[in-house]
């Protein structure tokens, strides 16, 4: 049995999608589980060197990681230009996670170097930035990738295995609903969730930057090309509070309604929002109606409710609801395992470089998901509908 090292720089890794999805979860977990197997005849196997800013955060998680995959830490250095050099050892690969702003200088060196790069959507805020960053790995013939981890979640698996087997019939619409409260941090005993660079456009956030990107691949993956969009977005809260406890304005979106428009004449409409109360079974729902039947996907577990098994309610406010609407669904088996979504794109990825794998998630691809959320701010902006052109 052949092990093909694969050597992985690993940047911006103390953040909370480096450490948690893209570390811990993802390349920790293909050592742990002794690499990815290809065929009989070969393992492969990631080594990470971490890369940032703050020496202490890659020392601790250099030793807590390396220790736990493989019996000794990581390599760490807050040398990243070293790191692409080869100063610190070979490696094939070059991740970044770091903010999004952050991103392109990071990028552009990797491309210098040579690198096979792999990185955190998005890749830019703005389209003609994105784009030109893509054209500028694909001219220099590297191999090249996005996270669109969604695609692997097992909720939209098996929304797509109910399409593709012809359950729905006619899709008709899709209504998602995405979101939950993020506190402010201005309340006593309330810390705040997520990184405060959110809620600032000038930093790099906003929910339409942030998720239209994700609504972008899933639409045109699982229900089909978007034609065109309108959308209004808001700043909810006028003030949070942030890491260092201070009190700073929210000028970025922190909620964003949309309706997209599909080719084929599905409405797809996603509302995603950090300012909402959860009432429903997860924290991104997607109702997709079809003419002979309908499923309610969570992030996970999927229901369905055929044609036949559809009540027929009758509109009378003077009794209580009769019917149990939840009790009408059933749930989709799983009959397969579903792995952390994060780990399967890995995975698919390492195989493109390493084994010339097919690879359909490129920054040309990612750069889509830009052009959408930027044409929904513009749909906000002038209050009208907007076409999504070819890029
Ligand atoms: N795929 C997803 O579902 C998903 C979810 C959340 C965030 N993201 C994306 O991941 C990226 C990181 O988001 P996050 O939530 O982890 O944010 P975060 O603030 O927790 O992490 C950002 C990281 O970048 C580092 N960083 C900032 N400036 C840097 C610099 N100049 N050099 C090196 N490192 C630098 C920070 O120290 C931190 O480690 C963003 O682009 C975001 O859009 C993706």
Redesign the pocket.
């Known amino acids: 049995m052949e092990t093909r090292r694969i050597g992985i720089i690993m940047?911006?890794?103390?953040?909370?999608?480096?450490?948690?999805?893209h570390l811990a979860r993802s390349i920790v977990a293909i050592i742990k589980q002794g690499g990815i197997k290809v065929g009989n005849d070969m393992i492969i196997m990631p080594e990470p060197i971490l890369?940032?800013?703050?020496e202490h955060?890659l020392k601790d998680l250099a030793e807590h990681y390396g220790n736990d995959a493989c019996g000794e830490a990581f390599k760490y250095t807050t040398d990243?230009q070293g790191a692409l050099d080869g100063a610190y050892g070979d490696y094939e690969i070059f991740f970044?996670?770091?903010?999004?702003?952050?991103?392109a200088?990071?990028i552009e060196m990797a491309v210098a170097a040579g690198k096979a790069i792999y990185?955190?959507?998005?890749t830019a805020t703005k389209t003609a930035d994105a784009i030109r960053l893509a054209k500028l790995v694909d001219d220099a013939g590297l191999k090249n990738g996005i996270?669109?981890?969604?695609l692997w979640l097992p909720g939209f698996r098996k929304l797509k295995m109910l399409k593709e087997t012809g359950f729905f019939g006619r899709i008709l619409s899709v209504k998602g609903d995405f979101g939950y409260w993020v506190f402010s941090g201005l309340d006593v005993d309330q810390p705040a969730q997520?990184?405060?660079?959110?809620y600032r456009t000038e930093d790099?956030g906003g929910m339409m930057?942030?998720m239209f990107?994700?609504w972008r691949y899933v639409i045109d993956n699982v229900f089909g090309p978007v034609k065109s969009l309108v959308a209004w977005g808001s700043t909810d809260l006028p003030e949070r509070r942030n890491e260092a406890g201070d009190v700073f304005k929210g000028t970025a979106d922190d909620s964003a309604y949309a309706m997209f428009l599909l080719e084929d004449g599905t409405m797809v409409q996603f509302n995603s929002s950090w300012c909402t109360r959860v009432r429903r079974d997860d924290l991104l729902t997607v109702q997709v109606d079809g003419d002979k039947g309908s499923a309610v996907a969570g992030l996970r577990d999927v229901v369905v409710q055929s044609a036949a098994e559809t009540p027929k309610p009758v509109w009378n406010p003077d009794i209580s609801q009769p019917i149990d609407f939840h009790a009408g669904w059933t749930k989709v088996p799983n009959n397969i395992e579903y792995d952390n979504a994060?780990k399967i794109q890995w995975e698919q990825f390492i195989r493109h470089v390493v084994l010339d794998a097919s690879w359909d998630y490129s920054l040309m691809e990612g750069a889509k998901g830009v052009q959408l959320a930027e044409l929904g701010m513009q749909s906000w902006r002038e209050k009208k509908w907007v076409d999504v052109t070819p890029l």
């Open positions: 940047n911006g890794v103390t953040g909370r999608m480096g450490t948690n999805q890369t940032g800013r703050r955060a990243v970044d996670a770091s903010g999004t702003l952050q991103r200088g990071f990185c955190e959507k998005p996270v669109q981890d969604k997520r990184p405060s660079w959110n790099g930057i942030d990107c994700h994060f």
